[in-house]
């Protein structure tokens, strides 16, 4: 009688009560960096974490009263069956390990409400992941995931779903279905279109895009009056849906490195990050002929793309001024076209770029000279209709050579200097010793005041 009840008690021990943190460490030894009792003195809490483990420990599958599991900067490969017997799990963390297989029975954990999964090497968001109807939290970010799959939709309870830094090409469009999502990460992927149903998850309040490869963005958007982050920067994207702007709890929007040439004025009310352009655009970026100018401040190369690198925009190497910004000067080159070169180097047609009272620079471009508009630079002469030059048709006298506002050529072949100039033996007018002085000056092309 009394071995029976003694032998009906011990069974009862060993079927409902747990083990405590001091039982788990003795069979676990070093591998546990912390465990935390419940009230009922049963592990709940366990971190087994920074410890090179190629496998879960068996044991670790006994202690069913673990709600939170931390396996965090392991060498795991695997999720295996075996989990599912840790039936109160609400927090399970395998991130920063060499997960590349999740067993089917993950989907069992009901009571599931935190899964990290990410630095991993994860390929897919399995089906039975999909099946944590309590799921809250999921971050598969850092892992080598492809496309967000239809079953999505049956993560109702889901409010954070971090897939950054993936290679997600595809969305499906019951993402839509997703009422309760805060939060959802997706930038660094490969994405090329956002579903349009993404403006039926109408709680979301941040949604991050940056560096995919989008052309377009979903006027539905403007449906998520939630929204207070959305960043779509480095992508394609052309244009920005004027709807936007009515996002009224919106206090970021993140719209740099694109190929938008103008924002509606509704999205230029909104704190908005500059839109220049992007890597991506600037490839994809044509000018010339058909495809006509760059935006502004861009240059046309030779081969017709818009940029902003010396290839672009060094006049030596074919920069096409019709199209966009080209830069002159010694490392740059001379502008072509007859354009002139500014004194800070850009080529143009204007005041600005063109008088030699502003800095024009006649060696790397056309300028203009005369009374109005100053003084060659580098010894050119200034011409008789007022542009500097080296050539005989801008420095002969007798072709009109303005002295007063360049140098300018006399004797035989170039005339006589104009303006009471004196003509020097090397044949150049002036007014000084060099070029008037008895011995120097030639009365023949010029005044000489000592003859
Ligand atoms: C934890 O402890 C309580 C009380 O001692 C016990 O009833 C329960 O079955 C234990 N839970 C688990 C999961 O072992
Ligand atoms: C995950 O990997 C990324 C990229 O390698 C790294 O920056 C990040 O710190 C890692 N996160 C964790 C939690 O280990
Ligand atoms: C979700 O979005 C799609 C596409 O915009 C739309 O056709 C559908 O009616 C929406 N569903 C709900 C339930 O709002
Ligand atoms: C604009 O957005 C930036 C970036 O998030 C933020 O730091 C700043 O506070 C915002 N400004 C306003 C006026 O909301």
């Not at 599991?69 to 609400?90: A, G, R, V």
């Not at 990410?118 to 809250?136: F, H, P, V």
């Not at 005989?392 to 006589?416: D, L, P, R, V, W």
Request: glycine residues 8%; proline residues 2%.
């Amino acid at each position: 009688m009394i071995l029976k009840s003694i032998l009906i008690l011990g069974l009862l021990i060993s079927i409902t009560f747990g083990y405590s943190c001091k039982e788990v460490k003795q069979k676990l030894g070093n591998l546990v960096t912390s465990c935390e009792d419940n009230k009922y003195k049963n592990a709940s809490k366990l971190y087994i974490n920074y410890q090179d483990l190629t496998e879960i420990p068996k044991f670790v599958y006994k202690i069913t009263s673990l709600t939170f599991l931390n396996l965090y900067d392991n060498k795991l490969t695997e999720i295996p069956s075996d989990i599912e017997k840790l039936k109160n799990l609400e927090t399970l963390d395998v991130s920063r390990n060499m997960l590349t297989k999740i067993s089917p029975e993950i989907g069992n954990l009901e009571h599931l409400l935190t899964l990290q999964l990410n630095n991993n090497t994860l390929t897919t968001i399995s089906s039975d992941i999909c099946q944590l109807k309590n799921l809250n939290f999921l971050d598969l970010s850092n892992n080598v995931v492809t496309s967000i799959p239809p079953e999505i939709k049956n993560l109702q309870s889901l409010n954070k779903l971090y897939l950054f830094n993936n290679k997600i090409s595809t969305i499906a469009s019951t993402i839509g279905d997703l009422k309760n999502l805060l939060y959802l990460l997706l930038y660094n992927n490969e994405i090329t279109e956002i579903p349009n149903s993404i403006g039926n998850i109408t709680n979301l309040e941040q949604l991050y895009l940056q560096s995919n490869v989008l052309s377009t963005i979903p006027s539905e958007i403007a449906n998520l009056k939630n929204l207070i982050f959305l960043d779509f920067s480095d992508n394609r994207i052309k244009e920005v849906p004027a709807e936007i702007g009515n996002l009224e709890n919106l206090i970021y929007l993140g719209i740099d490195k694109n190929c938008i040439d103008t924002l509606p004025a509704e999205i230029q009310k909104i704190n908005h990050s500059e839109y220049n352009y992007g890597n991506k655009c600037e490839a994809a970026r044509r000018c010339g002929g058909v495809f006509g100018s760059c935006p502004s401040g861009k240059c046309c190369s030779k081969h017709g793309y818009c940029g902003v690198s010396d290839a672009h925009c060094a006049a030596s190497n074919g920069c096409q001024s019709e199209f966009g910004t080209c830069k002159c000067g010694e490392d740059y080159g001379m502008c072509s076209d007859g354009l002139c070169c500014s004194k800070k180097g850009y080529c143009g047609k204007t005041k600005s770029y063109c008088y030699s009272s502003n800095g024009c620079q006649s060696n790397y471009g056309s300028c203009k000279c005369g009374e109005n508009y100053g003084l060659c630079s580098d010894g050119q002469c200034c011409s008789k209709k007022g542009y500097c030059g080296r050539t005989k048709a801008y420095c002969a006298s007798s072709s009109g050579c303005q002295s007063n506002y360049g140098s300018c050529k006399c004797g035989e072949s170039y005339g006589t200097c104009s303006d009471n100039k004196c003509c020097s033996n090397k044949g150049y007018c002036g007014t000084t010793s060099a070029y008037c002085s008895i011995n120097k000056c030639q009365n023949k092309y010029g005044f000489c005041p000592d003859i």
